[in-house]
């Protein structure tokens, strides 16, 4: 016996009214970084101890720069969606939950842009 009214198992929602919207987002990111992380991991790996010029000569090609930026905006999307149901299942004070999602959303916001800015400054 269910204690979900026949129009929550319909539309897939569940107590919190959002259904499995973060857990897919968070999959989906998640098997999205997998390539990703790698590409990562071999493209820093080749510099390490190289001169800043040829890090910033690697960024200047598109495709690397693309696939920098793609991999920050993925990362910092699944960071927060990660944080945010830390915050939900641990927090129980209104207010103070309503603070740390505020940051939460915030920094990765602030990061992601200064990343991207950064970048793209290398690029042009």
Do not use: C
């Not at 999959?27 to 590409?39: H, K, M, S």
């Not at 991991?41 to 001169?51: D, I, K, M, N, T």
């Not at 959303?105 to 042009?124: E, H, K």
């Amino acid at each position: 016996m269910s204690l979900e009214t026949p129009l929550h198992r319909v539309q897939g929602l569940g107590a919190a009214h959002s259904g499995t919207t973060h857990f897919w987002r968070q999959r989906i990111t998640a098997v999205a970084l997998i390539p990703l992380a790698i590409w990562f991991a071999v493209s820093a790996l080749r510099f390490v101890g190289a001169q800043s010029f040829d890090v910033t000569t690697f960024f200047q090609h598109p495709i690397d720069a693309a696939l920098m930026g793609v991999f920050i905006v993925i990362l910092l999307y699944h960071m927060q969606i990660g944080l945010q149901s830390v915050i939900d299942d641990y927090i129980h004070h209104t207010g103070l939950k309503i603070a740390a999602i505020i940051f939460n959303r915030g920094f990765a916001i602030l990061v992601g842009v200064v990343s991207v800015v950064a970048l793209l400054r290398i690029v042009v």
